[in-house]
């Protein structure tokens, strides 16, 4: 049943409808008709973004899960319902794009890790490792040195990196970037 009281089934219902239906009494077969509907359109958006077919099939799922977690936040004047549930797919997207540039820049100073190592059986300690992650991150500019403690020591997106700055995000993404490759020569040189 929808909200309003009518026997139209849930099927039936407009999403915005459903949504409140959720919020109003945590309705499971309102949640099963926005899952069935939504998640193999999210998942076709995903797939168009170029994200493979088992991360996209993760993130719809995390996408209805959030619409039933959230539920109550969504706002019928803002936008539609289909609008709200596609930004959350875009935005949990992102965060993974995000998550994987963590991940590659650990694995880039893992990588320098095993680069500097004196022989195949001494690792570099802790304090060395860090010392040399410093020293290369001194010899950046200081407005790339300073885009990447905010990217990746702060974790902030680029997007509030680039107005905390006052810069376009086009500049913000490039500083990144350029810094990058400059500590992958630095760190790598030196094997």
Known sequence: MC??????????????????????????????????????RVKAMLLGMGAGT?????IAQETLLTVWR???QFDPA???????????????RVDR????????ALALYEAAETAEAEGPDEPLSAAERERRVRAAM?????????????????GRAHGDIARLLRLPLGTVKS???LAMARLRNR?????
Do not use: C, H
């Open 70 to 72: 959230k539920a109550a």
């Open 54 to 58: 088992e991360l996209a099939e993760d």
């Open 3 to 40: 909200d309003n009281g009518d026997t139209t089934s849930a099927k039936d219902a407009e999403p915005a409808q459903l949504i409140g239906a959720i919020v109003q009494r945590r309705d499971r077969s309102a949640f099963a008709a926005l899952f069935a509907f939504y998640a193999p």
């Open 138 to 154: 001194r010899e950046l500019p200081g407005e790339q040195a300073e885009v990447v403690k905010l990217s990746f020591f702060e």
């Open 97 to 104: 794009l995000r998550q994987d540039q963590r991940v590659k």
């Open 187 to 191: 760190l790598g040189d030196e094997s």
């Open 175 to 177: 500083r990144l970037r």
């Open 78 to 92: 803002r936008g539609s319902a289909s609008a709200w549930i596609y930004a959350i797919a875009r935005n949990l």
